[in-house]
């Protein structure tokens, strides 16, 4: 069975400084995917980045990207620059192969606070 | 280019009532993925529809708890006979496409339901 681990429930961090919130995961399957989803006050779910298990790069969108250990099983988050606006929920998910199910699992979260 | 649409935003029913919950998906999606989120929680995946087909209700509780995605219109999450414990939001989530393992979802705003 999948398993995402959260190890961090709350992060304080100083406006414009990097942000890194932890995600490992368990899994047998040899293909599967990671994701980082956000989730302000206000209720929605919103989606950053995705790095695919035989991706061979770390993915990278914006001031977003994944510290993808494979040997780890880790999947970090970085926020370079943190804004305000950047504090919220992060969820870590991961995708199934397919033929199984396909809903994704999801971590407890880490609450960020960044702090002017 | 219109979002996954949920409705209502907010939902209060009484015990022993009816909580029907709407998806439309985002333009070109075909596949429908319904969770549930109780407070301080990640999401927990219930069900994966494709229009007219269940494809996994392997995370849907066993009674009172039903999904469809018929051929028009949005998809429904019906909710028989409430309890306190219904008491969560749900969240919808739609993609283009089936892969192995690159299986972007998009959320919608999520419905929060009540029950009194």
């Known amino acids: 069975a999948q398993k995402i681990t959260q190890t961090q429930p709350g992060m304080f961090v100083q406006e414009k400084e990097a942000v890194t919130l932890d995600c490992t995961y368990d899994?047998?399957?040899?293909?599967?995917?990671l994701f980082w989803y956000k989730q302000p006050s206000s209720g929605e779910m919103i989606f950053l980045i995705y790095?695919?298990?035989?991706?061979?790069q770390n993915a990278t969108e914006g001031r977003y990207s994944l510290n993808f250990q494979k040997a780890r099983k880790s999947a970090n988050l970085v926020i370079s620059a943190s804004q305000l606006g950047d504090s919220a929920m992060y969820f870590c998910?991961?995708?199934?192969?397919?033929?199984?199910?396909?809903?994704?699992?999801f971590g407890k979260g880490t609450h960020l606070i960044i702090q002017p | 280019n219109a979002g996954v649409m949920q409705n209502p935003r907010h939902l209060v029913r009484r015990r022993g009532q009816e909580a029907r919950l709407r998806c439309s998906p985002m333009?070109?999606?075909?596949?429908v993925y319904w969770y549930r989120q109780l407070p301080e929680e990640g999401l927990k995946f219930m069900v994966y529809?494709?229009?007219?087909?269940?494809?996994?209700e392997s995370g849907m509780p066993k009674e009172r708890f039903s999904a469809e995605f018929p051929k028009e219109g949005p998809s429904i999450l019906r909710i028989q006979q409430v309890v306190r414990g219904d008491s969560a939001a749900y969240f919808c989530?739609?993609?283009?496409?089936?892969?192995?393992?690159?299986?972007?979802?998009?959320f919608g705003a999520g419905t929060r339901l009540s029950v009194l």
């Open positions: 333009k070109g999606h075909s596949h």
């Open positions: 989530a739609s993609s283009p496409q089936r892969t192995l393992a690159k299986n972007i979802q998009y």
């Open positions: 899994t047998s399957d040899p293909s599967y995917g």
């Open positions: 529809l494709q229009k007219e087909n269940i494809i996994d």
């Open positions: 998910a991961m995708s199934h192969s397919g033929g199984g199910a396909d809903g994704l699992t």
């Open positions: 790095q695919g298990s035989y991706d061979q």
